[in-house]
């Protein structure tokens, strides 16, 4: 039963442009979602996160928007570089932590 | 600030062997989680260990378990071990007092069943 989705498993983007990444979820009861990204042979990093309360957090080129109503959160990058490509996981909070299977970005020179 | 440590990197084992993954949280963190990652199921929860008391439990089989030692460190051990658990092996950690905080991750132990 996969509670978190993201249902592109993966996109590339022209550098300079925005990037939108897109995350679902099913269970109600999460309370508080983040964004990870990850290089290969390293640990995923922490990006940024948002509480269930609100409906955007914004942090430098990241911005996440939480749309309750639609269970959907995304992950906007402007303007994305070339070091944004990596693969970027979701991931939802109730007890424990819950990822989505990951987006692969590819950020186009 | 040192991040979080898994030791070791990689290893290989074989069908049957069993296996200690080692972690080390930032400092000042108790609360420590593992997770599996393997190409078709993307990162899915172990366990979390905070003061050293499992905290919460995914949903794998008791070949899977871990502990934490009061200086935060954590190990985790699975015995038996079959070909299915070829993945990569993470561990995260936070302060953990608070619902809401982020995770920070290792880099991983790649473990690899022959």
């Known amino acids: 039963d996969q509670q978190v989705k993201q249902n592109s498993p993966s996109l590339s983007v022209q550098e300079g442009r925005i990037s939108i990444l897109n995350c679902d979820y099913t269970?109600?009861?999460?309370?508080?979602f983040l964004w990870y990204k990850k290089y290969p042979a390293e640990g995923p990093t922490f990006l940024i996160s948002i509480s269930s309360i609100k409906d955007k957090n914004e942090d430098g080129r990241f911005t996440v928007f939480l749309n309750k109503s639609a269970k959907h959160l995304s992950l906007h990058i402007v303007p994305s570089q070339p070091g944004d490509s990596a693969v970027y996981f979701c991931a939802a909070k109730n007890e424990k932590l819950t990822f989505g299977t990951g987006t692969r970005l590819t950020i186009i020179p | 600030k040192a991040g979080v440590t898994q030791t070791p990197r990689y290893l290989i084992k074989t069908r049957g062997q069993q296996v200690t993954l080692s972690c080390s949280p930032i400092?000042?963190?108790?609360?420590v989680s593992w997770y599996q990652q393997t190409p078709g199921q993307g990162l899915q929860f172990l366990f979390e260990?905070?003061?050293?008391?499992?905290?919460n439990k995914g949903n794998f089989p008791g070949r899977f378990s871990g502990r934490q030692f009061s200086n935060s460190r954590s190990e985790m051990n699975v015995s038996t071990l079959e070909l299915g658990d070829s993945a990569l092996y993470l561990c995260?950690?936070?302060?953990?007092?608070?619902?809401?905080?982020?995770?920070?991750f290792g880099d991983g132990t790649r473990l690899s069943i022959l």
């Open positions: 260990y905070f003061s050293e008391t499992q905290r």
């Open positions: 400092s000042g963190h108790r609360s």
């Open positions: 995260a950690s936070s302060l953990g007092d608070l619902p809401n905080q982020p995770q920070h």
């Open positions: 269970n109600s009861m999460f309370d508080y």
